[in-house]
Structure formats: C-alpha cells, structure tokens
C-alpha cells in the first residue's frame, strides 16, 4: 500500500502541476473535430518536455506543425502586429478572416505559458523564462514556428493589421517581419494589404517610413497596399454583419 500510496501521490502531484495547460489544451482542441487531441498533445510534449526551457529549438516543433498542420485559406488569412486585441476583437464577430488563434494549434496555445526542465517529465507553467530571456525558450520558439508555417501557406490577397499609435508600426524585430513576411512568395501571394490602425492619439499611419521597408522587403511581384482605417470604424464592422466582409474599409 505504501508504494501504491506513493504512486498516487506522484501522479496527483503531476496532474496539479500541469492539470491547467492539459486541460485546457483538450477542452480548446477538442472544438476542431477533424483532429486527434492525443496525437497533437504527445507531439507537443516531445518538442520541451525534459529540457532546458532555454534550449528549444524552433525546430523541436517541426513534428508537431506535421501532426496538426495548416490549411491554406486563401483571400482570407489575417496577420497582425501589436494589434492583438483589435484584430481578434474583429475576428471573434465577423467571420471575414483566418487568424494564427483560428487555427487548432494557435488556438489551444494562444495565452498560455509553458516549459519543461531537465530531468523531469512535468509541464511547469510558472517560472518559464519570459519572451526575451533567452533565444530559444519554449515559448517563443513554439510562436515563431507555427507563425512560419502559417505564412508559408498564405496565399492569394493577404491582409495584415498594424498599429498607428507606436513609433514602428512595422518593427523587424517583430515576428511578423522577421519570420512571416519573408515567406510570403510571388506565387502564392497575389497582394499584401495592410489595415494601420488609427486611434485618437495616432502618431504614425500609412507614410510612416517603416511602411516603405515593408513594400521594399516583400517578394518581387506581390503588389502592396495600405489603408489608414480608425479602430472605430473595425469595431463598427465587427458589430454589424450588414456590412460585406469586402467593404469594411
Ligand atoms: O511579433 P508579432 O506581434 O509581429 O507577432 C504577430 C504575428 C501574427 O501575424 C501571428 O500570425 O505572429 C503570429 N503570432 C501569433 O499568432 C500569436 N499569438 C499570440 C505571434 N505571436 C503570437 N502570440 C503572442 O503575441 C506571443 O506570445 C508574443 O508574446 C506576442 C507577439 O505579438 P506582437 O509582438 O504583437
């Protein structure tokens, strides 16, 4: 009895420790039917589960991406920079677009926190180092992977949503620049239009410099375009389905 109370209390104490991530990982997987959570689940775990947080690759995620991979929906893919909230604000009302979070995998990770540790076989959400504490920790590592792999399958006209009231609204540093724009090719890409969302106290739109690095780093034969449109005027498309999809702004 004392070891099975032992083993007992070892699993009980596994499950309080990573009982949050899984649960919710299968509740939210769980709504796309046309996958085996256990399969996507097990493939996750591989990519961190008894290493060094700070020592994933972007590539552990590679077989994950392989058992939960994207599909190409084209006109209507959504990218986005430090616009987070007023894109899914828009996308959670108006089906007109596909964004990362809409897909299985960015849905079940989307706002969550996760790593592993060397020797052990736990999911630890607390005390995982932050996005920039180190190059390849678990969670970013996981956010540039599967941003690569949803642009690689962008296709047709692609729409992505940047912020007018910081200095630069298009920030290489940003994964949207340095990691999905680059895979938008000729082919498959037919325009880029960018939505710079404009609040009341603005300080950049459409002329802002950064805008001409963008035009100048997309793929030769993809033609581009930018529109200032008020975050007033998103939230008003986003609340009246009236409005065509194409004639938001
Ligand atoms: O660095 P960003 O913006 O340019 O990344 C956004 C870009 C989008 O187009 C998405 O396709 O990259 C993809 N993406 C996500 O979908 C995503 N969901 C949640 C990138 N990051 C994502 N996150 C978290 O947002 C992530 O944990 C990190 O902290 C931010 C990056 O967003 P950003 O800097 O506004």
Known sequence: TALITLILCLSLG???VSRNITSTFFSRCEKFNEYDCKKVWDAFQQAYVNKDPCKVPVEA???LIAAAPFKPQCNRMMFWS???DVVHGFTEKRDCFVTLEDTLLGSVLDGLT???KEGS????TTGCPGWSDCENNTVRSFWIRASAAFADVACGNVTAMLNGSIN???NPTSIFASVEVPRFIASRVKNLNVVMVIQKNNISNCTDPSLKNLRQSIDTGITFSCKDVSESRIQECGSKPE???GACW
């Not at 076989?121 to 630890?124: G, H, L, M, P, R």
């Open 14 to 16: 596994l499950t309080v």
């Open 61 to 63: 995620y590679d077989p």
């Open 82 to 84: 430090k616009t987070k």
């Open 114 to 116: 996760w790593c592993g």
């Open 121 to 124: 076989k736990d999911t630890n």
């Open 168 to 170: 630069t609204p298009f």
């Open 243 to 245: 409005i065509a999809c």
